[in-house]
């Protein structure tokens, strides 16, 4: 019952409305007209001008990308070599733990000297440190009447660079093996590239080790323009025998932070 009296005086209500507006003038109706068509543009240009003001004050929170600092290379291990009467090498290893970062030009310089600290022979240059990786770097023969027994390995503040997106690479060594012909000792082997382009050069360091596994000689050597598929074989040859070497172990390293170093088939025709 009170909802039919609540319709009901709606419906009163209603009534009285349209009396009320059929009473005014049709000049009015115009004004009315006229008002709520000049209101519509005046709504619109305040809502701009509000906005504008409220943008223009806006200021973006700053997004700061904070990538990780690397972890300093270390050196683990430096050795010296007698290869024959009077002729040495060395051999340094570095580590590296981080895993994406690694540095495109390490340049150092290794000193070779007695133990009273004299100068036997220096030696200057640059190489690569791949991430994730220990880095071996074998030192050239050199000559001397003196014996060097300390080995000071010094480099400069390296700048590291993450690696670049490169197909993986996918290489695998096959048969090495030490032979001792005519009292010296060589170690020879293969290298296969199964990736699907040629490789423009790969770092082959080698080490010797003894029973006790502990390094007893040293030597590299690099390969270029190795094709897909290509087994290319490699020979490491000391001018003495080492007997007490039982196994060789090569490693391979392919410096991904140079500029062309991956070539497809038609650019290794051009070499």
Do not use: C
Not at 124 to 142: D, R
């Amino acid at each position: 019952m009170a909802f039919k009296i609540k319709n009901e005086q709606v419906e009163d209500w209603m009534l009285l409305i349209s009396d009320r507006f059929s009473t005014l003038k049709i000049g009015y109706w115009y004004s009315l007209v006229v008002a709520l068509a000049a209101a519509l543009p005046l709504f619109l240009f305040l809502k701009y001008s509000f906005s504008s003001v409220f943008i223009s004050q806006y200021q973006p929170p700053e997004v700061v990308t904070v990538r990780p600092q690397p972890q300093p290379i270390k050196l683990v291990d430096h050795k010296i070599f007698e290869l024959s009467q009077n002729s040495y090498s060395g051999l340094v290893r570095i580590r590296n733990i981080n895993l994406e970062q690694g540095i495109p030009e390490l340049i150092f310089t290794a000193e070779f000297k007695t133990f009273g600290n004299t100068a036997i022979t220096k030696v200057s240059g640059k190489t690569f440190v791949l991430p994730a990786s220990e880095k071996i770097l074998v030192f050239s023969k050199f000559t001397s009447d003196q014996t060097p027994e300390l080995l000071d390995f010094k480099f400069e503040e390296p700048k590291f660079r993450y690696k670049p997106q490169l197909p993986p690479l996918n290489l695998e060594l096959e048969r090495v093996s030490i032979e001792n012909p005519n009292g010296t000792i060589a170690v020879s082997g293969g290298i296969k590239n199964l990736s699907p382009f040629t490789i423009k050069q790969i770092y082959l360091p080698m080490l010797l080790y003894d029973s006790s596994n502990r390094i007893v000689g040293v030597n590299s050597t690099t390969v270029n323009l190795v094709k897909s598929s290509e087994v290319r074989t490699f020979r490491y040859i000391w001018p003495k025998s080492i007997p007490e070497a039982v196994r060789a172990e090569v490693t391979s390293e392919v410096n991904l932070f140079e500029s062309g170093i991956l070539i497809t088939d038609e650019q290794a025709q051009r070499f």
